[in-house]
């Protein structure tokens, strides 16, 4: 029976191609758009780190006090970001699993190769645990260990492109890299590694970055050679004294903070090991005010930070409603059409069939039409993804890419969608009295 | 024309009337705050840097050696010289930032040095003495920085500036009901900064959201920064001569010393690159809303002539029964083009709300502003205007039919 509707359908649809195009038209647009849109949204609103969000948190406490509220938009939220004395006195209490505080670093990496340019490279000073804590893939070696970071040893992890611009490729573990002037031992070279965002430090790079980090070097060594932070610092009041030390007394946020802890039970404890932080602060006269503090799962902070752009989410919304427009178009015609064949109907009924052939017969149509409708959003997906880099800024445009996922959800939305959008005009096809139309003939 | 025919004609059609005006509703609803979006967008797309853009490129110089203030401040001022000699160029400056790169540097502005709340957050350019003249600003009121004024700032050390010029935006927030020169202001700096002059516009780093209270809200203060990372330095050129220039300029600054960094992504940029790249996702998000509102529109006049087209062949026999009777070409047209007009008002009417709604919604969770009526008045007359059109086609071909169809069976 199946193989006769379908047949039926196509005889219908090639009988007024004009309004069968319009139909296919309408839902192939409707569909592309929302499907485009859906791709950079679920690009930009994707877990960068699936298989261990909901381990990892961001600490906040407030050391700013009153005097880093009442600016437009804010809510009460401590500083998203650590000053040095903070960041320092939670790396020293080491209460969590794993941890790191951690600097945006830009040195210069100068080729080995006499005549080489010095290349300007990013990266981060983070401590030994942002390695098993970020899972960050290693291609040759491994992360440094915690007395390197206690020695404040001059050892490096680079990434898999700079190691192949200095060292051809090569395994380089043991190589010496010249990193702003000064000797670093690579202990590691990472595959490639670019999860988009940037989740471990998001108050420095906003998340969504076209560049990738390419060299990590320990914290504290970074500190000691006096390597300046790049990104934001934040401050409430100029620091009291000048230079990068000066820095490191202020209160002024420049550092990101991220703990690994395994449980909710190891969560509360964390949260109230913060609190009792801040008391003690307190009582010490540093903080004139109570704990004001936020442990964030990754998932609630990239939240907290407007990771996802809201112009994405406002497209997404407004493709949302283009589609539910050509959904109600599609209905509109599809009732058309299928009433214009009420003689038809009015035969197939008094003949003997029953309501629910009619049904089938005009749902597969819808079926057909949504289907069409589908393959040309498809193509026309393929062509929106393939423009959105030229709409979009680079750092986002690029996420956004056509998989199998994809191909097969631009399919289901557009059928299911139009075989939806033909059930009250089948409906009313149904319903249509075999007698009145024979009668009018 | 009697109206109460048609709407007694479209209770018999009840579920292709509701689709119309739902689709006319959901339309108008879309169309009010895409229109918005685009013309907030382009607005800001727009907004004057204040600067002489035709004529300005930029270089982000960084030094690939570790530099003291002092050495940064010395081959600061070589480069300087090195680009003031290419041909064609007519002045240079360096800075810490410029306007509309992206980033701002800003600084909380208070009037007395124990303000809570600051009065403006404005952005903080550092500049010598040819920092005004370079970029081209009006200064419209005071006098410029005079060489002797201009302090050198290493990283990250404080130099507590006293004098500073300010556009004209942030004078009128500081002051509204007086003369901005000659007076104080305090820049999160414990002693007082006097303005000694204004520019008529200067437009602040940063294009962002967050800073549009501000918008327009900078300062300069007689600051050279000596960092040793690097620094912005900023040409302008004769007229026609700046492409030349900046293929030239970082030719001239390599020979004069390889030790630097000018990254070829984007360490050598135009202003119209700048302008360019600072609304990148503002002209997107433009561009996307227009393809949506044209093929909203499209598709919402596709569907009125199909459905009418439908309706016109339905009732072939009712209209040659009405020519039979003494019904003319105009009043068959007007029939129609009436009916399309009741069912758009009535969607429309519907559309209002949703419009709001909607705004309300974005507005909520998206920040968008509150939409003004003359979006959804304009909207209305847009679709309005759609559904004339759109139906204009049908209702002509229903005026034709002759009538002998009243003779016919349907």
Aim: glycine share 8%; charged share 20%; net charge neutral.
């Amino acid at each position: 029976m199946l193989g006769y509707y379908i047949d039926l359908a196509i005889r219908s649809l090639k009988r007024s191609p004009g309004l069968t195009l319009l139909m296919i038209l309408t839902v192939g647009f409707g569909v592309a758009a929302s499907m485009v849109t859906y791709s950079v949204f679920r690009a930009v609103s994707g877990d960068p780190i699936p298989w261990k969000s909901a381990q990892l948190y961001v600490p906040q406490i407030e050391m700013w006090g009153p005097k880093g509220h009442g600016g437009p938009g804010d809510n009460g939220d401590p500083p998203d970001a650590m000053d040095y004395t903070d960041a320092i006195a939670l790396m020293r209490d080491h209460r969590a699993r794993y941890q790191s505080a951690m600097y945006m670093i830009t040195p210069s990496v100068v080729p080995a190769e006499a005549g080489k340019h010095p290349i300007n490279v990013e990266g981060h000073a983070v401590f030994n645990e942002f390695f098993p804590m970020t899972d960050a893939p290693f291609k040759y070696g491994s992360g440094w260990s915690a007395s390197d970071d206690d020695q404040r040893a001059a050892v490096a992890v680079i990434s898999e492109k700079l190691n192949q611009k200095l060292f051809g490729g090569a395994n380089s573990v043991g190589k010496v890299v010249d990193i702003d002037g000064k000797d670093y031992r690579v202990v590691g070279v990472l595959n490639k590694w670019e999860p988009q965002p940037r989740f471990y430090d998001v108050s420095n790079t906003g998340g969504f970055t076209t560049n990738a980090d390419d060299v990590f070097i320990p914290f504290m060594r970074a500190i000691d050679v006096d390597m300046s932070n790049d990104g934001n610092t934040n401050c409430a009041e100029t620091p009291a004294q000048s230079g990068f030390k000066g820095l490191q007394l202020s209160s002024c946020i420049w550092i990101s903070y991220m703990v690994q802890l395994d449980s909710a039970a190891q969560a509360k404890a964390y949260k109230d090991y913060l609190d009792g932080y801040a008391r003690e602060q307190q009582r010490s006269g540093r903080f004139s005010w109570p704990p004001n503090n936020r442990l964030r799962d990754l998932h609630a902070w990239l939240d907290a930070e407007h990771v996802v752009p809201s112009d994405t989410e406002v497209s997404l919304l407004v493709a949302i409603g283009l589609l539910l427009v050509c959904l109600v178009n599609t209905a509109g015609l599809l009732l058309a059409k299928f009433l214009r064949r009420s003689n038809e109907i009015g035969v197939r009924r008094a003949i003997g069939a029953p309501r629910s052939a009619i049904y089938a017969q005009f749902l597969v149509e819808a079926g057909i039409v949504g289907l069409s409708g589908g393959v040309l959003g498809l193509l026309l997906t393929g062509v929106g993804i393939h423009g959105v880099s030229w709409v979009l800024p680079k750092d986002i445009a690029n996420l956004a890419h056509l998989d199998v996922q994809l191909l097969l959800l631009t399919l289901i939305v557009a059928v299911v969608s139009t075989m939806l959008a033909g059930i009250y005009p089948t409906y009313r096809a149904s319903r249509v009295q075999p007698a009145w139309q024979l009668k009018s003939n | 024309m009697h109206i109460q025919p048609i709407l007694a004609a479209l209770r018999r059609h009840k579920a292709g009337t509701v689709l119309i005006a739902l689709q006319i509703a959901l339309t108008l609803a879309i169309v009010c705050n895409a229109l918005f979006i685009i013309n907030q967008r382009l607005a800001h797309i727009d907004e004057p840097s204040g600067v002489d853009e035709a004529n300005l490129f930029v270089i982000a110089n960084q030094w690939g050696e570790q530099y003291s203030t002092q050495e940064a401040v010395e081959r600061i001022e070589q480069d300087l010289v090195t680009l003031r000699q290419l041909p064609g160029v007519q002045d240079v400056t360096s800075s810490n930032n410029y306007p509309i790169r992206g980033i701002s540097n800003d600084n909380f502005i208070t009037m007395t040095p124990d303000q809570r709340a600051p009065t403006s957050d404005a952005a903080y350019y550092m500049g010598d003495a040819n920092f005004v003249r370079t970029l081209g600003l009006k200064l419209i009121a005071g006098r410029d920085f005079r060489p002797e004024e201009v302090q050198n700032q290493g990283l990250r050390q404080t130099v507590d500036p006293s004098v500073a010029i300010i556009s004209k935006a942030m004078a009128t927030k500081l002051f509204p009901n007086s003369d901005a020169l000659g007076k104080h202001f305090y820049a999160m700096t414990p002693n007082p900064i006097t303005v000694i002059g204004i520019v008529d516009v200067l437009h602040r780093g940063d294009v962002s959201t967050w800073s549009a209270p501000y918008i327009g809200e900078s300062m300069i203060v007689p600051v050279r920064p000596a960092d040793p990372y690097g620094i912005y330095y900023i040409v302008r050129t004769k007229p026609g001569q700046l492409a030349a220039a900046m293929r030239a300029a970082p030719k001239a600054l390599y020979a004069e010393n390889r030790m630097r960094m000018i990254d070829p992504k984007d360490g050598l940029l135009s202003f119209a690159q700048v302008r360019h790249r600072a609304f990148e996702s503002d002209r997107g998000m433009a561009i996307l809303m227009s393809i949506i509102c044209i093929v909203l529109l499209a598709i919402t006049a596709a569907g009125i002539i199909g459905l009418t087209s439908f309706w016109v062949g339905q009732r072939r026999r009712q209209i040659g029964v009405r020519r039979a009777l003494g019904a003319t070409h105009r009043d068959i047209m007007q029939y129609f083009m009436t009916e399309n007009l009741l069912i758009s008002l009535g969607g429309l009417a519907i559309g209002v709300v949703l419009a709001f709604g909607l705004n309300l919604w974005l507005h909520i969770h998206l920040e968008l502003k509150v939409l003004p009526l003359t979006y959804v008045l304009g909207g209305t007359v847009i679709l309005l205007l759609l559904g004339q059109g759109a139906v204009f086609a049908p209702a002509l071909r229903a005026s034709r039919v002759p009538p002998i169809e009243a003779t016919r069976p349907a």
